[in-house]
């Protein structure tokens, strides 16, 4: 039981810091990142070859930027760097040593990207998840959109 509380109370704390973390890449320049429905659900520098690259794992976008552009924190609104879930498709992972790569592919490159396995593995596990729930919350927004506009019997004699 002692066990349950600890790891609710560590959860919590770290949807806090993430919720934190939005505000201050906010409040820095990335406007365009605050929405009242988006959640950061992770944030690393990892390598792409020998670049580094930030990324942020968000409920509904991935952003990724190279590490030298993200020091201004402007460039985070630009559309290029900010990629909607739907749009990505994560690709192989493979494994040597203490390294994995891992690939995701957006609308405008594919990124391979190295760092140790155990993180690789929180990556790929998160940004699958992420993926799964977002698609839901489309086809459910979606749906009830659709459901909408075919009750509202709108036709060319009926505007």
Not at 15 to 29: D, F, I, P, T
Not at 32 to 54: C, D, T, Y
Not at 73 to 82: A, G, H, R, S, T
Not at 116 to 129: G, H, M, P, R, S
Request: charged share 20%; net charge negative.
């Amino acid at each position: 039981l002692v066990q349950q509380v600890a790891n609710y109370i560590n959860s919590n704390m770290s949807e806090v810091e993430n919720q934190e973390k939005l505000l201050e890449l906010s409040l820095a320049g990335a406007q365009s990142l605050l929405k009242p429905h988006r959640v950061l659900l992770q944030e690393a520098v990892v390598l792409e070859g020998k670049k580094k690259v930030h990324i942020w794992l968000f409920n509904d976008i991935l952003v990724q930027i190279p590490d030298n552009l993200s020091k201004h924190k402007e460039n985070l609104n630009k559309p290029e760097y900010q990629w909607p879930l739907h749009l990505i498709w994560l690709g192989d992972t493979s494994v040597k040593k203490t390294q994995a790569t891992w690939s995701v592919t957006g609308p405008t490159k594919t990124y391979t990207f190295t760092c140790l396995i155990d993180e690789a593995t929180q990556w790929v596990n998160k940004i699958t998840t992420a993926i799964k729930q977002h698609l839901e919350y489309l086809s459910v927004t979606q749906d009830v959109e659709l459901e909408q506009e075919k009750n509202a019997a709108m036709t060319f004699e009926n505007p």
